[in-house]
């Protein structure tokens, strides 16, 4: 009977793992990915803003999502525009704000 209490137990942390934990993991590193990505691309001020494709950040299609793993980088980058941390110009390019991103409960390694 302790066998089974236990074999329930250890599946309900790694259901908690597995659906809450690693995927906030991942979506952090997403972040710092995305970041990465607007400053080796110098997109950092209006003038040098560059379009989501340029960055390489362009959403996969359905077909590319079934074949790969989960890309959180689309999402990430959502997260940083709903921070303003990433705005976009009028002609649809983006750019980092670095001074906004120190604001940001980001944690950068």
């Keep these: ?9 250890v599946l309900v ?6 659906f809450f934990v690693l995927p906030r993991m991942r979506i952090k590193r997403a972040v710092n990915q995305v970041v990465a990505i607007f400053e080796r691309n110098s997109a950092l001020d209006v003038r040098s803003a560059k379009t989501i494709e340029e960055l390489g950040l362009r959403p996969p299609t359905f077909l590319e999502g079934m074949m790969r793993m989960r890309d959180f980088k689309p999402y990430a980058l959502q997260i ?9 110009t009028d002609g649809g390019r983006l750019y980092l704000l670095q001074d906004k991103l120190a604001a940001v409960d980001v944690d950068r390694r």
């Design 1 to 9: 009977m302790n066998t089974n209490v236990l074999f329930i137990l």
């Design 13 to 18: 942390i790694l259901a908690i793992l597995g």
């Design 80 to 88: 940083l525009m709903k921070a303003d941390v990433v705005r976009h």
